[in-house]
């Protein structure tokens, strides 16, 4: 890896209201330690906090996270750039519903040795403004165009393609290295985000949902399914994706695309699933050789706007629920109270009989006797 001179970049504003610390290191691996900026109120969570897509290592004290991950995993964007390679990205915690995410940029810069500036210049241009070219776009389900419509309902297929257009005659193969659904297209003002792809290329929505990478047409092109879940209903919808291209001949297990197959309860390798234990760190940390950048090209990419609704099944269900309480209390009286009505008045009949026969018939005739009584009596 780069070696030489080291040193770190903040924005002044944030220095004087963040407490956190960076140890960009030699050997690809950054320390970070943060005490974000909280209320007495609120305690440091770690389920809250995310360094790009990654959870906080451990908590050190009551009030401050660690990160201790690598360079090349997090979604760290790495530009290169007049003799240096800088690798930027973003802490993010989540704060009480309503209020905005604390959020900080991080940088760590690093010299380049003379013999491999031109080699990173070269082979790691920023994707905008390189000889390579990323795109992603929503398409329709067989992904033969664009989606026609960018509303999605619970429970149905979002087809995702991304490509590389590479400029020169060498094939390239395409990876996601990984993307975060956020509620906004600028990921330090969104209000809520879910990590989708992590650890390099683990596609981490497949252990929970019903999402997977679908076999390649071409290397430079990679397709996936996501399944539309319960993530900000009603609002838009970003997704945030590092992408990296490497040379098709120059296949390595440490650039992979894994899903996970639920029936089978195991983790698969999209380009060949005979070499799934490449996939076998998706539920730990993957560990990335520092020789594996050395022939590609990586850029970032947002997709998006789009939206994910209640389905209509869902919704008419829950109209039908409520819909039913309501017709219970304003149906279900109908036909009792026609039994209801006919037993009052059959009982109202019942005490008037009684009180007439009482009060009229025999009640009317209480002073009559028998003629006996009378002849008896006289």
């Known amino acids: 890896m780069v070696s030489a001179r080291l040193f770190l970049m903040f924005v002044a504003t944030a220095m004087a209201q963040k407490d956190f610390s960076i140890d960009c290191g030699t050997d690809d691996w950054v320390t970070v330690r943060w005490r974000p900026g909280l209320d007495f109120s609120q305690k440091v969570d770690p389920s809250k906090a995310l360094l790009g897509n990654c959870p906080p290592t451990s908590l050190v004290s009551k009030d401050t996270l660690l990160f201790r991950v690598l360079l090349h995993d997090c979604g760290f964007n790495k530009q290169v750039a007049a003799g ?54 929503i398409m329709n389900a067989d992904f033969s165009g664009p989606a026609p419509s960018l ?57 929970a949902r019903n999402a997977s990478f679908l076999p390649r047409r071409s290397p430079d092109e990679i397709r996936l399914h996501l399944e539309a879940f319960k993530f900000a209903l009603g609002e838009q919808i970003f997704l945030h994706c590092d992408l990296e291209a490497y040379a098709a001949q120059s296949l390595n297990v440490d650039r992979k695309a894994c899903h996970y197959v639920q029936k089978q309860h195991r983790w698969e390798l ?109």
């Open 270 to 378: 999209l380009d060949d699933p005979s070499q799934s234990y490449a996939c076998s760190c998706c539920d730990s940390a993957c560990v990335w050789r520092t020789d594996a950048i050395m022939d590609g090209v990586s850029g970032r990419k947002v997709l998006g706007p789009f939206v994910i609704v209640e389905n209509d099944s869902q919704s008419s269900a829950s109209l039908d629920t409520q819909s039913s309480t309501e017709r219970g209390l304003g149906e279900f009286p109908v036909w009792l109270l026609v039994v209801a009505v006919t037993a009052a008045l059959g009982t109202v009949m019942g005490v008037l009989a009684v009180s007439y026969y009482l009060c009229f018939w025999r009640g009317g005739r209480m002073g009559y006797r028998p003629s006996r009584d009378l002849l008896t009596k006289y």
């Open 151 to 207: 509303t999605f309902k619970l429970g149905s297929s979002i087809p995702i393609r991304a490509t590389v257009e590479p400029r020169s005659h060498r094939p390239l193969q395409i990876y996601l290295e990984s993307c975060v659904l956020a509620t906004n297209a600028d990921i330090r003002r969104a209000t809520r985000v879910h990590p989708v792809i992590a650890n390099t290329g683990c596609l981490m929505e497949s252990k």
């Open 84 to 137: 240096q390679v800088t690798y930027s990205n973003m802490l993010i915690y989540e704060r009480r519903p309503g209020l905005p995410f604390i959020s900080e940029s991080i940088q760590c810069v690093y010299d380049l040795p003379v013999d491999e500036e031109s080699a990173f210049s070269a082979e790691e241009p920023d994707a905008t403004e390189g000889p390579e070219t990323f795109n992603m776009e």
